[in-house]
């Protein structure tokens, strides 16, 4: 069995936010190219897949929301969805192919076509809200394919976000269940302003939302004591079946949004102990879904440090 796949399309380079934003097509085009220059590009599984549909949307979104967006955005062409969030004419269709990109990577892993894999997308997902966009995020790419694993019968979903924001659609998502575990590193306070210690979830929700908010000038010291004092002792109590990875790479010290002081390597370190949490309880089931990254030089160093774990960890 080829070990890890990779959902990529070129729908995502169209997805023009304008020159200055830093949520760019150049940040695929600098990982694609990283990543053909390995030495294992050719053996990662280059998936083709569909976008997904208001079904799947409306999984995680209202309908009203879905609705507003399918019918507004082909009308208007160009806008905003918010300050930081705009849209052009091939937006939508790469926001769609996006949470398609996970909901194949889900499919082929439940399949055992293969272990791993990673969605290469843009618009990026975690801030996405059920009923708006945010943050760069139009849907909610990893809530939405974890609520799909959910109704394959997966039992227990751990989502890790390391991206230096926190992931607060996400959390909202999932804030009152006890299925989806939802664990956040990142910068704080920071935007978007949540992702305080003590949002823990609600009703029987409560303890499955573990927000590690770290200061400003982490870096990988600060990181791996987190790791191994409060994210390892968390999984090993939820014995999750499947991990999902919110990878964003703007903690690397390079980052020109983020305040954090983390080498490339720490992503090969966490992306470590992912895979062998993943061996220990998960059948090595991970999905990695891209969110932020704006160095592009370090996006794509980061990237490929973490695809390399995907693909060379002993499963
Ligand atoms: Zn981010």
């Not at 936010?17 to 085009?29: C, I, N, V």
């Not at 949470?99 to 791993?116: C, P, S, T, Y």
């Not at 809530?143 to 109704?151: C, K």
């Not at 664990?183 to 303890?207: D, V």
């Amino acid at each position: 069995m080829n070990q890890t796949a990779i959902a990529y399309s070129n729908i995502f380079l169209e997805h023009n936010t304008g020159s200055s934003h830093p949520e760019s097509s150049e940040r695929l085009k600098f990982i694609l190219n990283k990543l053909k220059s390995t030495s294992y590009f050719k053996d990662l599984v280059l998936l083709s897949f569909e976008q997904a549909s208001p079904t799947h949307l409306e999984m995680i979104h209202t309908k009203t929301y879905v609705k507003s967006i399918l019918e507004e955005l082909p009308k208007l062409q160009y806008g905003y969805l918010d300050g930081d969030t705009p849209f052009s004419p091939k937006s939508l269709d790469a926001s769609l192919y996006a949470v398609g990109a996970g909901l194949k990577l889900a499919d082929e892993i439940l399949a055992r076509n293969v272990q791993n894999g990673i969605a290469l997308v843009r618009p990026p997902g975690h801030h996405a809200e059920q009923d708006h966009a945010m943050g760069f995020c139009i849907f909610n790419n990893i809530a939405i394919t974890a609520e799909y694993l959910i109704q394959k019968g997966i039992q227990k979903v751990f989502i890790l976000d390391w991206d230096v924001h926190h992931g607060n659609g996400t959390q909202n998502a999932f804030y009152h269940r006890k299925d989806v575990f939802f664990c956040s590193l990142h910068q704080f306070p920071f935007y978007p302003g949540t992702g305080a210690s003590h949002e823990r979830g609600i009703k029987e929700g409560l303890g499955y939302t573990l927000n590690i908010p770290l200061p400003r000038g982490s870096g990988f010291f600060e990181y791996e004591k987190a790791f191994h004092e409060i994210v390892i002792p968390a999984i090993d109590e939820f014995q999750p079946e499947f991990f999902l990875i919110s990878a964003g790479f703007d903690a690397h010290t390079k980052d020109p949004l983020g305040g954090m002081e983390l080498p490339t390597s720490a992503y090969e370190k966490f992306s470590e102990i992912i895979l062998q949490k993943a061996k220990e309880f998960a059948e090595n089931r991970v999905i990695s879904f891209l969110e932020g990254g704006y160095n592009l030089n370090a996006l794509a160093d980061s990237v490929e440090a973490h695809i390399s774990v995907l693909h060379d960890y002993p499963v």
